[in-house]
């Protein structure tokens, strides 16, 4: 700054400047030794003096900084910042094959660069330069399942072992189950720290594989190992291994890119809480962020055989219908199952509740309407349609229900007392529009209640889960009978924390009245959401239009997501587009030209072939001929004791012809033309859903000459007829595209 180019002449000052450099410098020498201080370093505190006005100055160098607080400057001369670290990504993964001669590959991409490399066990100084590369502090490395796989057999081939101890531990984490952190002790090696994110808790799926969200994803190629974990491998068979490996990295390269916002919002709430939360899920960063700011360690306590409920005071209702249930609940003793500490439904609740002219199926879990199925209704000026939702209905009714869990000593009470806070912090930027810091709270408040029934949390509180679910059941209940005050209004739908409602017109002003005085009466808050189109399957699978022309989908409906396999979403698509604008399927279908929109993904276990063709095999031989049923015959292709008894011979049988195997997903469109289905490789058994399929493991560039279209439509007005639609008015839709 000027004033520091200045300070020479003003040696009183630049004393201090000095006097203050030389102080950390000499902290940087002794830390050097620990035993060299018997302090900690400590920051310099600078406390800003008073601002003075310009005739106050007598030296006039200074007068042009009067009334400036001299603090950000002086700051910056004695703490200056340190320099931006540039860190870019690296995404990574490992592949061990084989027995006799086993080979052990890491492949890595730099994401921002493009960088590719390929380390190979079994090359001289591979393994060494890797581990530079791991100690680099310009990258931060990437993988999917990297902590409890790929992490330990790297740190254990950089200390030494061989192959073939690599894949005795490897057998040891997949084929025996043993924990990743126990191959240290086990194997004898020191493990490699580096700044690491995995992607396997963080993505949304439970026990989800890389090749299901390359599939969820649309990924262009999809491709399983092409070797069995056991097979030793030539020079050529590497190189298609190492190809392998390298569409392996694409998928978690994308995978990335698209959990960026998640990634960078725990990278936030890491620097915030002093926690690591990178590779944790959403219940998991809950739980460590609640642990920390209730100051609760270690996990749970003693399991309880029973837990009990009784319902809050704000749980009101004139039902008998209701109030039996209430009374029901409020007697009950709910088991705990030893096994996985999960609550048991008792029998009373495993019935359907019938009130007013709707049915309900309660449980430990939220309320389900029974009654919507093929529902298709549309507003009009004289009949409105709303959802009625209550915002963080769990958290709220953790907090306002006056609720407790049963942790050990006062942990309970700190649990409550520290969520509480983060609910009101959540609220405060909510509505201040800082939208960052109101995400990371909801993080914490709604990853919380799944670690309330898992028995291997801290949190671990199976009463304060049941009290949570059968409050906010009760509610609902309340309030479906408090606002069918008259038979024109229906619930059309209900479920877990919000009732869809079609009612009269003239009668919104009361119903909203009803809302208001439970509102009042519990503390809750809804928020309507008008519809003026729904079309229900049921109450999980459902599209609906909102009065602005926003579409919502739900369950098979829904739009592809790291959540949901695509099941030829283009139906989809075409069936909300008829919900929302009446355009007819054989119309709305020429506007999508994405392929990922008309494929399909399976989980096929063991693998899956589509033959070229299948012909009538008469292989049969009669192993025993008695002349009776009791005659024995088998199949060539058998295994030694497989038999079947009959008199006569057996019909031929169909066998596939051709055909290239595939890994443990299946993707595929529907053709036009005769096609064999996809079949298990294993049993033989078809795929469901895949006559008239073929299968579609790399994306072609544009639409298939061979896509079956009809198929598609046909498809997409099953579901609105399934969804209630009348035939007729799909039908009128159609007609009126065939006008001139």
């Given amino acids: 700054s000027e004033l520091e180019d200045d300070v020479g002449d003003f040696k009183p000052f630049r004393k201090v400047i000095d006097n203050a450099q030389h102080v950390y410098q000499s902290y940087q020498c002794a830390l050097l030794h620990d035993d060299w201080v018997d302090t900690k370093r400590q920051p310099l505190l600078v406390s800003a003096g008073t601002s003075l006005d310009t005739e106050q100055i007598i030296d006039p160098r200074l007068r042009k900084f009067a009334k400036q607080n001299v603090e950000p400057w002086l700051d910056k001369i004695i703490h200056p910042p340190k320099p931006k670290r540039e860190v870019k990504h690296a995404v990574f993964d490992c592949e061990l094959i084989g027995s006799e001669t086993p080979v052990f590959l890491v492949c890595v991409k730099v994401i921002e660069t493009g960088e590719q490399f390929s380390f190979w066990r079994h090359?001289?100084?591979?393994?060494?330069?890797?581990?530079?590369?791991?100690?680099?502090?310009?990258?931060?490395?990437?993988?999917f399942n990297g902590i409890h796989f790929d992490a330990p057999l790297i740190s254990a081939a950089i200390a030494g072992r061989t192959p073939h101890e690599l894949k005795e531990m490897a057998n040891a984490i997949i084929v025996e189950?043993?924990?990743?952190?126990?191959?240290?002790?086990?194997?004898?090696?020191?493990?490699?720290?580096?700044?690491?994110?995995?992607?396997?808790e963080v993505a949304p799926g439970v026990r989800t594989s890389l090749k299901t969200y390359a599939g969820r994803m649309g990924y262009p190629t999809m491709v399983d190992l092409p070797f069995h974990h056991d097979e030793d491998l030539d020079e050529a068979q590497r190189t298609?291994?190492?190809?392998?490996?390298?569409?392996?990295?694409?998928?978690?390269?994308?995978?990335?890119k698209r959990m960026r916002s998640e990634i960078e919002l725990r990278k936030e709430m890491s620097e915030e809480h002093g926690i690591d939360l990178r590779s944790k899920s959403d219940a998991q960063v809950a739980e460590a962020v609640l642990k920390k700011a209730a100051g609760i360690k270690g996990k749970a306590g003693s399991r309880q055989g029973f837990v009990t409920?009784?319902?809050?005071?704000?749980?009101?209702?004139?039902?008998?219908?209701?109030?039996?249930?209430?009374?029901?609940?409020?007697?009950?003793?709910?088991?705990?199952?030893?096994?996985?500490?999960?609550?048991?439904?008792p029998d009373f609740l495993k019935e359907p509740l019938v009130l007013e002219s709707g049915t309900y199926?309660?449980?430990?879990?939220?309320?389900h309407s029974t009654h919507d199925k093929r529902v298709y209704v549309r507003a009009t000026e004289d009949t409105l349609i709303s959802d009625f939702d209550v915002a963080s209905y769990y958290p709220n009714i953790m907090l306002r229900a006056g609720l407790t869990p049963k942790l050990d000593g006062d942990s309970g009470s700190r649990f409550i007392e520290a969520y509480r806070d983060i609910y009101e912090r959540r609220i405060e930027a909510k509505h201040a529009g800082n939208t960052k810091v109101s995400n990371a709270l909801k993080i914490s408040l709604n990853g919380t209640f799944g670690k309330l029934g898992s028995p291997y949390s801290s949190f671990y509180s199976p009463d304060l889960m049941l009290a949570v679910t059968l409050t906010g059941q009760?509610?609902?209940?309340?309030?479906?009978?408090?606002?069918?005050?008259?038979?024109?209004?229906?619930?059309?739908s209900a479920n877990t924390d919000g009732i869809m409602v079609q009612y009269p017109a003239k009668y919104r002003n009361r119903l909203l009245a009803k809302i208001a005085e439970n509102a009042e009466r519990t503390g809750f808050e809804y928020e309507e959401t008008p519809y003026r189109v729904v079309a229900l399957a049921n109450v999980n699978n459902y599209i609906a239009v909102?009065?602005?022309?926003?579409?919502?989908?739900?369950?098979?409906?829904?739009?592809?997501s790291l959540m949901k396999n695509p099941t030829a979403s283009v139906c989809s698509h075409m069936a909300a587009d008829f919900l929302k604008d009446g355009t007819a399927p054989a119309k709305a279908l020429s506007k999508y030209t994405d392929m990922r929109d008309f494929v399909s993904i399976r989980v096929v276990r063991g693998g899956g072939i589509q033959y070229d063709k299948v012909v009538e095999l008469d292989d049969w031989e009669c192993v025993k001929d008695v002349g009776t049923k009791d005659n024995e015959w088998r199949r060539p292709c058998w295994p030694e004791g497989k038999v079947i008894k009959r008199k006569s011979r057996p019909k031929p049988v169909e066998v596939g012809v051709g055909g290239e195997p595939f890994g443990r997903i299946a993707r595929w469109y529907m053709a036009c033309g005769e096609h064999p289905p996809i079949n298990y490789l294993g049993s033989g058994n078809r795929v469901p859903k895949t006559d008239g399929a073929r299968v579609c493991m790399t994306l072609p560039d544009s639409l298939p000459s061979d896509l079956d279209k009809e198929w598609y439509i046909r498809e997409a007005e099953s579901m609105l007829e399934n969804m209630g639609v009348p035939h007729s008015e799909i039908a009128k839709a159609d007609a009126a595209e065939l006008m001139p």
Wanted: hydrophobic content about 40%; some cysteine; overall charge negative.
């Fill in 123 to 143: 090359n001289e100084n591979d393994m060494a330069t890797l581990e530079l590369m791991l100690k680099r502090t310009d990258l931060t490395w990437v993988s």
């Fill in 177 to 200: 189950g043993e924990k990743s952190w126990d191959m240290p002790s086990r194997f004898n090696y020191d493990p490699i720290e580096f700044d690491h994110i995995d992607l396997i």
């Fill in 240 to 256: 298609i291994l190492e190809r392998y490996c390298q569409n392996d990295l694409g998928v978690t390269e994308a995978l990335f």
């Fill in 309 to 345: 409920y009784k319902a809050p005071a704000f749980i009101e209702t004139d039902s008998e219908v209701i109030q039996d249930l209430i009374d029901s609940l409020n007697s009950a003793k709910f088991r705990i199952n030893n096994a996985n500490g999960q609550i048991e439904t």
């Fill in 361 to 367: 199926q309660c449980g430990i879990g939220g309320l």
């Fill in 474 to 492: 009760l509610n609902l209940l309340c309030l479906i009978y408090d606002i069918c005050f008259q038979p024109s209004i229906k619930v059309l």
């Fill in 546 to 560: 909102t009065t602005s022309g926003k579409v919502k989908r739900k369950g098979l409906f829904a739009e592809p």
